[in-house]
């Protein structure tokens, strides 16, 4: 007899809400007629008050799926067998929603964050945190069929169900374009305060180190705040 058969997790739909906010972000009180390199200050203290800004918010609505069947595997005259056994069946769908928050952090914002070419000026950003912020069960939702035979799902197997469907939103993150959306509404924010201190637009570059998707999951995922 082996184990049961490991649960077939699916996401079925994914809805990425965007969202910008940065508390105590004001215009630097600087005109365009002052020096580039005067106003390097004042932007790097203007970016500091955004502190945490929140970038992306993803809704995640999925289905856990297990089919528990009982099979009895080995081998008779060299020859192996794979049988399934006729003692009934376990099968559950869970469905779950997983809430994701994405937020940079700018309080060690620097000039090392800043790069400057003549009158171009790249920011480059701190390391975007994506963090766990909820998960729920639609125990309304849960679709269960066990056999005569069969015992029915425990309140452990539920929550080991659980945790297995935040792991596998977790491992997704790195396709769900997450950073890209970090850096585009990051920009939204920044690059108007830019301007304000004499830059134009098309010379302002916002980006995120180069080597930033390689790092992942270790610097990226925020896991003080992942639900246990």
Request: proline share 4%; charged share 25%.
């Given at each position: 007899?082996?184990?049961?058969?490991?649960?077939?997790?699916?996401?079925?739909?994914?809805?990425?809400?965007?969202?910008?906010?940065?508390?105590?972000?004001?215009?630097?009180?600087?005109?365009?007629?002052?020096?580039?390199?005067?106003?390097?200050?004042?932007?790097?203290?203007?970016?500091?008050?955004?502190?945490?800004?929140?970038?992306?918010?993803?809704?995640?609505?999925?289905?856990?799926?297990?089919?528990?069947?009982?099979?009895?595997?080995?081998?008779?005259?060299?020859?192996?067998?794979?049988?399934?056994?006729?003692?009934?069946?376990?099968?559950?769908?869970?469905?779950?929603?997983?809430?994701?928050?994405?937020?940079?952090?700018?309080?060690?914002?620097?000039?090392?964050?800043?790069?400057?070419?003549?009158?171009?000026?790249?920011?480059?950003?701190?390391?975007?945190?994506?963090?766990?912020?909820?998960?729920?069960?639609?125990?309304?939702?849960?679709?269960?069929?066990?056999?005569?035979?069969?015992?029915?799902?425990?309140?452990?197997?539920?929550?080991?169900?659980?945790?297995?469907?935040?792991?596998?939103?977790?491992?997704?993150?790195?396709?769900?374009?997450?950073?890209?959306?970090?850096?585009?509404?990051?920009?939204r924010v920044l690059i108007p305060?830019?301007?304000?201190?004499?830059?134009?637009?098309?010379?302002?570059?916002?980006?995120?180190?180069?080597?930033?998707?390689?790092?992942?999951?270790?610097?990226?995922?925020?896991?003080?705040?992942?639900?246990?």
């Amino acid at each position: 007899m082996t184990k049961p058969t490991k649960p077939l997790i699916t996401i079925v739909a994914i809805a990425c809400i965007a969202f910008c906010s940065c508390q105590g972000c004001k215009e630097a009180e600087t005109t365009k007629g002052e020096a580039y390199t005067d106003t390097l200050p004042a932007l790097i203290t203007q970016v500091q008050k955004c502190s945490r800004l929140h970038t992306a918010e993803y809704d995640i609505h999925k289905i856990v799926t297990y089919d528990d069947v009982v099979r009895m595997k080995g081998s008779m005259f060299n020859r192996n067998f794979n049988v399934k056994l006729p003692i009934g069946d376990r099968k559950i769908a869970i469905p779950m929603d997983v809430k994701l928050k994405a937020y940079i952090d700018f309080s060690g914002f620097s000039e090392k964050n800043i790069e400057r070419d003549g009158k171009k000026i790249t920011v480059i950003l701190p390391d975007p945190k994506v963090v766990l912020a909820s998960s729920k069960i639609d125990h309304a939702g849960t679709k269960e069929y066990v056999a005569l035979t069969r015992s029915r799902f425990t309140d452990a197997e539920m929550a080991a169900f659980e945790q297995q469907g935040r792991q596998s939103v977790i491992d997704a993150i790195p396709q769900m374009g997450i950073i890209e959306t970090s850096r585009k509404n990051a920009a939204r924010v920044l690059i108007p305060m830019i301007e304000q201190l004499g830059y134009a637009e098309s010379d302002i570059t916002i980006t995120f180190r180069k080597d930033l998707k390689a790092a992942y999951p270790d610097i990226l995922l925020d896991k003080s705040t992942i639900e246990r």
